[in-house]
């Protein structure tokens, strides 16, 4: 009896020993983690991402330092690009990029966009692959499954971008001033980018602002999609967030990511 309990216990304190090693593995990739520096105007802009104890998406933003806000861009003649790349971390989730564009004066559909915003770009595809978009109609038809409801576009590619699908129950098309909004970016049927758009006055606001995302029934790539779009000033950092939160892992009809 004696020498079976110890092997009782000998057998309970290896499997106890392989689950901490197995605990502490998985938490080691847990947490924040921040990609490289951007400088914009007198601060700065970097991307983070948030990931579980099993390295599973959570959240995917950028900080916008609050500098960075004094003497932006103040020529309209043309929209101001800031590619910013992604932590390592952030890799396999769906995700390639973000690019952050400033509109000094805004852009159509004036006048409801025709403020001073920021675009922010969350790219689903390389940066070689958005290079290559050019203006003209896109054509190609979405099935319904794969967008969202109440979304509508015009169908205009813009180059080095894509088609841009508005929410049209938006505040800003019911009748309130633009603050922010939630866009999807679709090119040749396929959905390339998620894209938070936000005013400048809004930001200085020091905002805790949320967005819940309206979802499509069927997604055509497997990958992180997220349910809220979350701006916010984070007063410990004295910075800006833009983040797409409750990232969920979904499995897309096509096995193959665009």
Do not use: R
Not at 28 to 43: D, E, H, R, W
Not at 146 to 167: E, F, L, Q, R, T
Not at 174 to 192: D, E, H, P, R, S
Not at 214 to 228: F, I, N, V
């Amino acid at each position: 009896m004696a020498n079976k309990n110890y092997l009782f216990l000998l057998g309970a304190c290896l499997l106890l020993t392989t689950a901490c090693k197995k605990y502490a593995q998985t938490n080691s990739i847990s947490g924040t983690f921040y990609g490289p520096v951007v400088q914009l105007a007198n601060g700065t802009v970097k991307s983070f991402v948030v990931l579980d104890n099993y390295g599973k998406m959570l959240t995917l933003g950028m900080h916008i330092s609050a500098a960075a806000l004094v003497n932006l861009p103040a020529d309209s003649t043309k929209m101001w690009v800031y590619p910013i790349d992604l932590p390592a971390q952030a890799q396999n989730a769906g995700y390639d990029h973000i690019e952050l564009d400033w509109n000094p004066i805004g852009h159509d559909p004036k006048p409801i966009y025709g403020l001073p915003h920021f675009d922010c770009h969350f790219y689903k595809i390389t940066k070689e692959y958005q290079a290559g978009i050019t203006a003209g109609t896109d054509t190609m038809t979405i099935a319904a499954k794969y967008m969202a409801p109440d979304y509508v576009s015009n169908k205009m590619i813009v180059p080095d971008m894509g088609v841009h699908w508005v929410d049209s129950k938006a505040p800003e098309f019911t009748g309130q001033k633009f603050t922010a909004t939630y866009v999807y970016g679709f090119y040749k049927a396929n959905l390339i980018f998620l894209e938070p758009m936000v005013t400048l006055a809004f930001l200085l606001s020091n905002p805790d602002y949320k967005i819940q995302i309206k979802q499509p029934a069927s997604l055509k790539s497997t990958g992180y999609y997220p349910s809220t779009t979350h701006i916010y000033y984070d007063a410990i950092a004295k910075d800006y967030v833009i983040a797409l939160e409750g990232m969920a892992s979904k499995t897309g009809d096509s096995p193959i990511p665009i």
